[in-house]
């Protein structure tokens, strides 16, 4: 995995949450890789990775870091989807149209919005109330990009 940086709970998060999900699976010791939303930072993160350890499938923390890790798999010769499978978060309108397609997990943006504004609107109308914790489900479009090799 590529994360997004390990100092926003966005990056943490979603590097802790597939870690946890991987091993309750039966897969530990695999890599993690932070990066900054950085296309050139995380193309680096996936030449060191690639070059080292073959992976099945690169997950990757955001949409900026999978532009940098596709970046990487190009320039080393990697087939998106045959060689390595790619998955990342942050599901993008053209993500379908990719050939081959990208497996992604996504968020309801605009239902969090309304929901941030909610609470921030609570907030000011109630300084001293209770902290909330929302969390939201996320989706997961499974696509060619993590179906394994071509027959």
């Not at 990757?60 to 990487?72: E, H, P």
């Not at 109630?126 to 179906?147: F, I, M």
Request: proline share 6%; charged share 25%.
């Amino acid at each position: 995995m590529i994360s997004g940086p390990d100092a926003t709970s966005t990056g943490a998060g979603r590097a802790r949450v597939v870690a946890e999900e991987l091993e309750a699976a039966g897969w530990s010791g695999f890599p993690v890789l932070s990066s900054a939303h950085d296309a050139s930072q995380s193309q680096e993160r996936a030449e060191f990775l690639l070059a080292d350890y073959r992976p099945d499938v690169l997950i990757c923390g955001g949409n900026v870091i999978t532009l940098g890790a596709l970046r990487a798999m190009k320039r080393l010769g990697v087939e998106v989807g045959a060689d390595v499978g790619v998955a990342t978060f942050d599901d993008l309108p053209w993500f379908d149209l990719m050939s081959p397609a990208l497996t992604s997990i996504s968020n309801d943006i605009p239902r969090m919005a309304a929901e941030t504004v909610r609470l921030l609107l609570q907030r000011i109308e109630n300084p001293d109330g209770a902290v909330q914790k929302v969390v939201h489900e996320a989706s997961l479009s499974l696509r060619e990009s993590t179906r394994g090799p071509r027959p």
